[in-house]
């Protein structure tokens, strides 16, 4: 294991840990114990993730770089780490749609977790 | 008047556009195969079929193109095809004009949204690094593709990547600390 791919496994973890806090948050609300939406605390560990995941990638390139020359193919860790910051990024633009505002944006971050939590465990 | 629903506000009619996008580069990209054109030479007509397609949008419907590009709605129609490109290709999937064709729509949306946000201030510093850097990595990565992997399509992608999350941390926290802080950031 090289210190990129050591690097981009734990941006992963701190990035998906991220998303499962905000997860977390907005199940709370599905079960109405929060206000529905991503507002406040569940967009700022959505937007962590985010960022974290994004560094994650970065670094697994760089690792593939490094390695191979190139970014592509890619390794099935950094494959499920695009997965999981594309869904993230999918969340994140969920909630700037006026319409989605509320509990659809709430769910799309619940099954956006969920896909990508079973991605984790399909691919791995 | 506007249409009561149009196609930049209407997701399962992008949808269904974007499958035809992606079916027609995937047939291209088969008829190409067929005819011995393969590497360097199939990017180079993708290229060029991309720019005629998009040429051909912006003399026949510029506004119409622009209020699709820069559509939330639209990025997340796109967003959700590559989520199922990662998910159903194999790992020589994103090699694919197809995938390609997905990646050049995406950063002709993300220049579009960045054009509409003029005039810039730093206030919008994060904003467009966000929205411009990953046309860097994907212009890197085409470099490299024609040319091989090299020094300028490695500085390309650095420097996207390098923007890219720059500009999250300033669009995420830097920006609502100044803005807390009250100083106009």
Known sequence: MTAWSLLCAVFQAAGFACVTV????????LLGRRPLGLEGPPLHWTRAGFLLLGLALAAGGAGSWRLRGGFWPLQPGQRWGLLSWLVVFAVLHVHRVKAFKGRPATLAGVAGWALAAGAWFAWR | MQAPNPFHEHMPRQAAAMAGWVLFWMALEQVLSG?????????????????????????????????????????LTQGAFLIAAVLLAGPDGPRGLWFCALLALLAASMLAVT????????????????????TLVLLGALWNRFAGAGAPGRWLIGTGCAGFLIGCAWMFYLKPLLKRRGARP
């Open chain 2, 115 to 134: 054009w509409k946000r003029r005039p810039y201030d730093l206030a919008r510093a994060g904003f467009l690094l966000v929205h411009t850097a990953p």
């Open chain 2, 35 to 75: 005819l011995g054109l393969e590497g360097r030479r199939q990017l180079a007509l993708f290229l060029a079929g991309l720019a005629g397609i998009g040429a051909a949008g912006f003399l026949a419907a510029p506004a119409w193109l622009f209020n699709l590009l820069t559509s939330v709605r639209f990025a």
């Open chain 1, 22 to 29: 905000a997860a977390l948050l907005e199940l709370q609300a």
